[in-house]
């Protein structure tokens, strides 16, 4: 009760006195409509805009509920200097402020939202002396399970093309890797094979001197006989 006839003392002080305050339309914006899952929190969000000061005395905001079919509007929260949220209806207990006025937020949340929350929800907001403007409305769908959005298909395309990009970029970085060592190894190879070439031309080498140096040893030693042989013969002379 206190609630209502704050804010209609208010309105009637803007009319009270003509020409004193200037009216200035406010812009007040929201989404288009939310999908929330049964049980879960949502959060509805609505933004304003207003050519005059903000300040919690100041700004007064409601929601008001309209069903998708018929039925009449219900009251869902009430907000000026403080919260009132609701005390009876379907919508006690579930609603709780989530705004920030100084920060041109009216945003409400609905806890716990059920199949009944189903609807038109309006975010009407009033700073002195901006009374008139266009309201804000979002629609809420409650669901058994969420639905993908345009958004999220996108996201996941994104989300996909950047995976192949990282698995290819992966592959290529491994494909250098593995050639880069396939290299390494063949280099290692061609390097062990010359130097065995090397070592067994050497040996070869070796062999071949102790082979000649073995000959002229033999050599040697045919002459050193023929020649103690010549010597104990007296016939050679």
Request: proline letters at 3%.
């Amino acid at each position: 009760m206190y609630r209502t006839w704050q804010q209609f003392l208010a309105l009637m002080g803007l009319f009270a006195v003509p020409g004193v305050l200037r009216v200035v339309g406010m812009e007040v914006f929201t989404s288009n409509e939310v999908e929330a899952l049964n049980g879960t929190e949502v959060r509805l969000k609505c933004t304003f805009k207003s050519k005059h000061p903000v300040s919690h005395s100041s700004v007064a905001v409601s929601w008001i509920f309209r069903p998708l079919g018929q039925g009449a509007e219900e009251s869902v929260f009430y907000y000026q200097e403080m919260a009132y949220p609701p005390t009876e209806g379907r919508f006690k207990g579930h609603a709780v402020w989530s705004g920030d006025i100084l920060r041109q937020d009216a945003s409400i949340s609905l806890h716990e939202v059920r199949f009944t929350f189903n609807g038109t929800y309006t975010c009407q907001v009033r700073n002195l002396p901006d009374v008139h403007g266009i309201n804000g409305e979002v629609t809420l769908r409650v669901v058994h399970k969420v639905s993908i959005s345009d958004i999220g298909i996108l996201a996941a395309a994104i989300g996909g093309t950047i995976a192949i990009v990282l698995v290819l970029l992966g592959l290529f970085m491994v494909f250098k890797y593995c050639n880069r060592h396939a290299n390494t190894d063949m280099e290692l190879q061609g390097k062990k094979l010359q130097e065995t070439r090397e070592l067994q031309e050497r040996e070869l080498q070796v062999r071949v001197l102790q082979e000649r140096e073995l000959q002229a040893n033999i050599l040697l030693e045919k002459k050193l006989k023929a020649s103690e042989k010549e010597c104990k013969d007296p016939t050679v002379w």
